[in-house]
């Protein structure tokens, strides 16, 4: 195997990127999402519709935006709208893609953003739901990019914050969320994981080049389906990669840490 | 209607629509008179210690900062914040020590810069309580039922996670669809602050760009502080009354306050000052720096120029004018 001529933040955004079709709506937060969808704009999908929170709809983003409400999310935008808008659009179903992140995720795809240990009694205070919520209530196919480990995969989060497929099939629409919607993919630094269509759990679909499915394994508290034959994550592209440090000049997201 | 759940946050900032009514009634006169005050007057007149309080714009966006320096220089106690993406805002009032509750949609933490260490901080210790924890859209939809003068409104978040469980929502069972329904309760805070591009000596105001929540949030004040960047002649309101997205008789108080969010952003204006952001982020780690640099940004400045020209003056002013109109390139520190 030859040397590397990416890193791994750079290969989960490739991966984010190409799970977004053309004319279809995203809803995007912070960081890698941001530069995810603008990646797909600038390739595959030249007609997406990037969609923020605090109410940028249809942005030609110029550079990554800092937050998820500054004016780069509405920069030569189709809308500069409101929340109660852009949540109102969602809600109504006009919103495809999801992005989400955690630390914590258990196998159903349930997200904690809120609290690490007891809630009234936290180990480390988190910020909560945000919008996060709102996208895995609301958005039709929500794709999240995390960090797995042994503390991040984990049999029981300490807090739901958003939604997944909660406690299996049939619970979402049992606890009323919106029909059709939920965890689509799940993207990390050693694979690519879907949701079985019956139990809605998650199953591997692809493991990162040089990642083996005992790291897999090992990475997680819960067992991950595993598919009989384990395919490998395509890498990025040159032509990808030059976009991706195009879209982050500065390195907000790409150089962190 | 059948109620399936009830969430065990802290019922906050919930009134009888009809009391609210008589509030406005007797309280909120639509006589167009000349609002303007200092900084200092506005917020000693209409932020008192333990009130419920709520800030415009989002995260680092359009936020008043000025009136967040002012509140912390009368070392008001006690505040109950809306932590509605509340970033910047709940952090430097949380570690002055004005806060002793926050309602949680997204709080503690600085978007991409990471979490804050005071507020963070502050929560884990125990000296700040969350009273509850919402999601953005829920949250902003209880300023839209009090902004509708409604108790609740209904809405198809939070359900099935310990968000809601957390929360004072109510989970009853549709009357239409017989599906369950996640209602959320009014919100109606005691005292709200927005910075807008401009409004006239009245407080008729325009923002320009993303509105956020601020039109719900508005409208679901009892109170409402406006800081504007500028004030405009009452005769350009009324050509083009359109782009009035807060009329006079919501409003108490006008300040006028050129670069009043900075280190905020101010759409079309001025971009992040990321410098000052970071020199926050840093101090802020201990107690010792949080005391360094309220002493020196807040205390020891008397006015909000004062404090324009310590962090920087024209120079930083003008390079944060050509960031936002992308003629500059982001350089964030320490990357």
Not at chain 1, 121 to 126: D, H, I, N, S, T
Not at chain 2, 242 to 260: H, S
Request: proline share 5%; aromatic share 8%; glycine share 8%.
């Amino acid at each position: 195997m030859g040397e590397r001529k990416y890193t791994t933040v750079e290969l989960m955004a490739c991966v984010a990127s190409r799970l977004l079709e053309d004319r279809k709506t995203v809803f995007v937060g912070t960081g890698l999402p941001m530069i995810a969808a603008a990646l797909a704009q600038r390739t595959h999908a030249p007609n997406l519709v990037i969609v923020f929170e605090a109410g940028g709809v249809g942005p030609r983003i110029p550079t990554l935006p800092i937050s998820v409400g500054d004016s780069r999310t509405f920069y030569m935008a189709v809308m500069a709208s409101s929340m109660h808008d852009v949540m109102s659009i969602a809600q109504r179903g006009y919103l495809d893609y999801g992005f989400l992140g955690g630390a914590q995720i258990d196998m159903y795809g349930n997200l904690n953003t809120t609290v690490i240990g007891p809630w009234d009694r936290p180990k480390v205070r988190l910020p909560g739901s945000g919008g996060a919520n709102d996208v895995g209530s609301l958005c039709r196919r929500t794709i999240i990019l995390m960090r797995q480990d042994p503390r991040r995969f984990v049999r029981k989060l300490d807090f739901i914050t958003t939604p997944g497929y909660l406690t299996g099939p049939g619970a979402r629409e049992k606890a009323g969320l919106p029909e059709d919607t939920g965890p689509y993919r799940v993207i990390t630094q050693l694979g690519v994981y879907g949701f079985d269509e019956e139990t809605k759990r998650m199953k591997l679909l692809s493991a990162h080049p040089g990642v083996t499915v005992e790291d897999i394994k090992a990475n997680s508290q819960f067992d991950i389906l595993m598919p009989d034959e384990v395919e490998e994550t395509k890498p990025p592209t040159e032509e990808e990669l030059r976009i991706l440090r195009e879209v982050d000049k500065a390195g907000l997201v790409l150089r962190r840490e | 209607m059948e109620v399936l759940l009830e969430g065990e946050g802290e019922l906050l900032a919930w009134h009888d629509p009809d009391e609210m009514r008589r509030w406005v009634a007797e309280n909120k006169s639509k006589e167009l008179v000349d609002k303007r005050m200092e900084l200092r007057e506005a917020v000693k007149k209409f932020v008192s210690d333990g009130c419920y309080i709520a800030f415009g714009g989002f995260g680092h966006v359009r936020v008043s900062m000025a009136v967040i320096y002012e509140i912390i220089r009368q070392r008001k106690r006690g505040l109950v914040m809306a932590g509605k993406t509340a970033v910047h805002d709940v952090d430097i009032l949380v570690a002055a020590g004005c806060v002793e509750k926050v309602e949680v949609a997204y709080s503690f933490g600085h978007e991409l810069r990471g979490l804050s260490p005071a507020s963070r901080r502050a929560v884990e210790q125990g000296r700040v309580k969350v009273a509850s924890e919402w999601s953005n859209a829920a949250f902003q939809w209880r300023f839209l039922a009090a902004a509708m003068g409604l108790p609740f409104i209904p809405t198809r978040v939070m359900l099935g996670t310990d968000t809601l469980r957390k929360s004072s929502a109510k989970v009853v069972r549709d009357p239409y669809t017989g599906k369950p329904i996640c209602l959320v309760p009014a919100c109606y805070p005691d005292v709200a602050v927005i910075h807008v591009h401009r409004c006239d000596i009245y407080g008729n105001c325009q923002i320009d760009g993303i509105s956020v929540e601020d039109f719900e949030l508005a409208r679901a004040a009892k109170r409402l502080i406006v800081t504007t960047e500028e004030i405009i002649d009452h005769e350009r309101v009324r050509r083009e009354p359109y782009r009035t997205i807060i009329p006079y008789f919501l409003v108490d108080a006008v300040v006028e306050v050129p670069w009043g969010a900075h280190p905020c952003n101010m759409p079309y204006m001025y971009y992040f000052d990321e410098e000052h952001i970071a020199e926050w982020l840093r101090l802020s780690k201990t107690e010792e720096g949080v005391r360094e640099y309220l002493d020196k940004y807040v205390y020891g400045v008397d006015s909000f120029e004062e404090y324009l020209e310590l962090v920087g003056g024209v120079r930083k002013l003008e390079y944060l004018k050509r960031l936002e109109q992308l003629r500059e390139e982001l350089k964030i520190p320490g990357r």
